[in-house]
């Protein structure tokens, strides 16, 4: 998910990179959350700064084969061996003539049609060196930039369907186990354009406790939504404080048995035990919100018998998982 990071640049030029294509040639598609999407790309998913480390050998492959198969195909094409061609800025060439192919020429004119199952298909195809690499580790504008300052990108909060009515939330203290016990909208009747207060039925378990002020306009709906009187059953977690959970952490550390492990590689036990000096320290940080670019939001509306999402997300995958 694109989030204002720029995964979309780092992954493209990870493959890029391998497939050895000209960086002018490179533009960003990003995958509609469809069920026939999540078939073939999996979940959609931005966290841990994690796409970059997790996918970087395996999309680094996926280039790699792919220019090892334009090579063969456009070595074809110029009545040559592939091991006569290299690949350079979307182009076949004939290392000895010159000659050359473009990839989109060699693609007009035949099909490469084979599949690769990661990792054993790619064992034995090389990849580049890292003194070889031209976009990697280099200093290149953001693919997005333009369409994020000229207006073309379009965010959640850009959706309008005719007569579309607004919400914004009441949420309680605690994420979780929350209940509403009452709602009073007596002032919020006051307001001009609200419709009505609507209390989330949630059986995900996500979204417990929430009530939506439902105006007519979105100004309306916020005035409504402070206006709003809730009166919820906490939960078991109500009063729980970030103090509490730092407590409950050092628990678990203590606790080989409880928690669990992000990342397990190496040795760390023998590193520590065959170090001549260890230091010891120990770092807490508190609990923070996920800040985004734009507010928090999700247009819906039914289309015959199907409902459509639009939604500024972390994930398309989870959002879709949740509303089904």
Known sequence: SEMGQHIGTAIAQIIAEE???DWNDVTLKYPKGSVE?????????????????????????AGAA????????????????????????SKVIEER????????EILS?????????????????PKKSREDYKLIGKSIPALDI???????????????????????????????????????????RKIPGFVQAVTIDDSSGNCTGWVVAVAEKFPAAVKAAK????????GPYGDVSSEDLTADH??????????AAWVLQGDVDGALSNSDEVLEWEFTSDMVVHAAMEPHNATVGKFGDTWHVWQGTQSTSFGRMTLT
């Open 19 to 21: 497939l050895e294509v």
């Open 37 to 61: 999407n999540f078939g073939i790309y999996g979940v959609a998913h931005t966290a841990n700064s994690g796409s970059v480390t997790t996918e970087f050998e395996r999309l680094s492959c």
């Open 66 to 89: 792919g220019r090892m198969l334009l090579i063969e195909a456009g070595a074809k094409l110029l009545r040559t061996a592939p091991s006569a061609c290299y690949a350079s800025k």
């Open 97 to 104: 003539s010159g000659r050359s192919i473009t990839y989109s």
């Open 109 to 125: 004119q035949t099909t490469i049609d084979r599949t690769f199952s990661y990792p054993k298909d790619f064992l034995g195809i």
């Open 146 to 188: 333009p369409g994020k300052t000229n207006g073309k990108a379009q965010y959640g909060m850009d959706v309008f369907l005719p007569n579309m009515a607004y919400g914004s939330l009441v949420i309680p203290r605690s994420r979780y186990a929350s209940k509403v016990l009452s709602v009073d909208d007596t002032d919020a």
């Open 227 to 234: 206006a709003l009187k809730v009166t919820w059953d906490p």
């Open 250 to 259: 050092e628990k678990m550390q203590q606790d080989p048995n409880a928690g």
